[in-house]
């Protein structure tokens, strides 16, 4: 248990009160536990300059807040990044259980002091870039990655999202998940850094998504994130660190020339979910899944003896884990249910309810509450009346896909196959229409045989063979 170093940090505490006023804070702890840190660091160049705490609160929070910014004194950015709990308690010759939470909170504020440090003022050391920086979310997928990332590599793990509605043991890019990932990665040897990107998120993901739903559509958020918010913004973190590639555990491969391709696995290939990215980014990034199948990959967490190896992928999108859609556009985007009817499309009798025009998407088939006689589906929704279609499937059968936002990577000509949903497989198609290589226009896809529509909104990712050659949106 504890010895005389506690007291010593304890009457005398390194960096109490002592805050650098050009640094970055990391705050952890509140009301809930009555315990709360500040922790301010300063990083130059590839070192923490300088660090300073204020703590409210039990005697142990002073005291791990002191043993902290001991150990940063003129750290290296990533030897600060191997600070964890077990450390802090090592360094007083260990705490009781009842005090480990103060440890906890320290290093929480720590490492989110850290990584705003390192993503605003950090730059490398020289040296040409080497390692990789490697996406954690503290899933399987991403710690059997980070298993084949090799030497000199460094893990990051996002927090995007925070609600006390959300079940942040099920999200993965909740402060809980950022804890998991953090403990996985310091017990693989890893320096681990955390990227706050709550702000960006929201602003670039989130909001883009409940106003999409105030507009009748149907929005893919993860590749958005993908395209616009998170692997870019890991990419310039990589490049603070001084790392050449960023690695992450999406099942997805690349070719020489940076280009996305699907991966062996077709039942767990991403590349749908990563099509909006530039290749500059897809040049940098590296997939070690690729070739994998998901077995084979818990096999390997296995064999690693790695805590996630058994570990269930998630489901919902990370900001709904734990609550509903509905719930959600109400909570966050005031998009209270609106009663109105749902409608036959060839009688035009009034079938039934629905709760709001907004929670329906083209092709829907179930929460209908229409049952008996032939199969029906939703043919169309209209926000603007709150209507709600419905018909048979024939309705919704079409070989004509119009896009808008259409970027290729490659001649039209060389498109081949389309893929319209996370779910589906690939289909025969060419372009028809397009604007040229590299420019964001308009579009039309004509597929090799009839496809159920799919709703505006969603992603069509353009294929040539298993080459990701193109992006748009439905229009």
């Known amino acids: 248990m504890a010895d005389w170093r506690y007291e010593e940090h304890l009457r005398s505490p390194v960096g109490l009160a002592e805050l650098p006023p050009t640094g970055h804070d990391g705050v952890a702890g509140g009301a809930a536990c009555g315990d709360l840190v500040r922790l301010v660091i300063r990083v130059e160049g590839d070192r923490v300059a300088s660090a300073g705490f204020v703590a409210e609160g039990c005697g142990a929070l002073t005291v791990c807040g002191s043993v902290a910014c001991e150990l940063l004194e003129d750290a290296t950015v990533r030897d600060a990044a191997r600070i964890s709990v077990d450390g802090l308690a090592e360094e007083v010759g260990g705490l009781h259980p009842g005090k480990r939470h103060a440890a906890e909170l320290v290093v929480d504020a720590l490492h989110r002091a850290l990584g705003a440090a390192v993503a605003a003022d950090a730059t490398p050391s020289g040296a040409e870039p080497s390692g990789t920086l490697v996406a954690m979310s503290g899933g399987v997928d991403s710690a059997v990655a980070a298993l084949k990332a090799g030497p000199d590599a460094v893990a990051v793990t996002l927090e995007l999202w925070r609600d006390p509605a959300n079940d942040a043991e099920s999200s993965c890019c909740s402060h809980s998940a950022v804890r998991r990932a953090r403990d996985l990665a310091h017990r693989m040897g890893m320096p681990h ?184 589906y939703v043919v169309a929704t209209d926000v603007a009346t709150n209507v709600v279609t419905v018909g048979p499937k024939e309705r919704l059968m079409t070989d004509e896909v119009r896009l808008r936002d259409v970027v290729l990577h490659r001649d039209a000509w060389r498109v081949d196959g389309v893929k319209l949903r996370y779910r589906q497989q690939p289909r025969r198609a060419r372009v028809v229409a397009s604007p040229e290589t590299g420019v964001s226009g308009p579009g039309t896809v004509i597929l090799e045989e009839p496809l159920l529509q799919a709703a505006p909104g969603q992603t069509a990712m353009l294929l040539d063979g298993d080459v990701v050659v193109g992006v748009g949106t439905l229009a």
């Not at 790695?306 to 985007?333: I, N, W």
């Not at 709760?355 to 199969?375: D, E, K």
């Open 193 to 376: 850094l955390t990227l706050d990107l709550r702000d960006a998120f929201r602003d670039g993901v989130v909001t883009p998504w409940i106003e999409d739903h105030r507009d009748g559509l149907t929005p893919n958020p993860c590749v958005r994130c993908n395209g616009n918010v998170r692997l870019d913004a890991m990419l310039d973190l990589a490049d603070r660190l001084g790392c050449a590639t960023l690695t992450t555990g999406h099942y997805a491969r690349t070719t020489d020339d940076g280009l996305l391709r699907l991966a062996v696995d077709p039942g767990k290939d991403q590349a749908y979910m990563l099509s909006a990215l530039r290749p500059s980014s897809v040049a940098r990034m590296r997939f070690p899944l690729g070739a994998l199948l998901k077995p084979q990959v818990r096999a390997l967490a296995e064999e690693a003896d790695l805590p996630v190896a058994r570990t269930p992928d998630s489901q919902d999108l990370c900001f709904l884990a734990g609550t509903g859609r509905s719930a959600f556009l109400e909570r966050h985007g005031g998009l209270v249910d609106r009663p109105g009817p749902i409608l036959d499309a060839d009688t035009g009798e009034t079938l039934g309810e629905h709760q709001g025009a907004h929670l329906y998407t083209l092709g829907q088939r179930r929460g209908l509450g229409v049952g008996g006689g032939t199969p029906r």
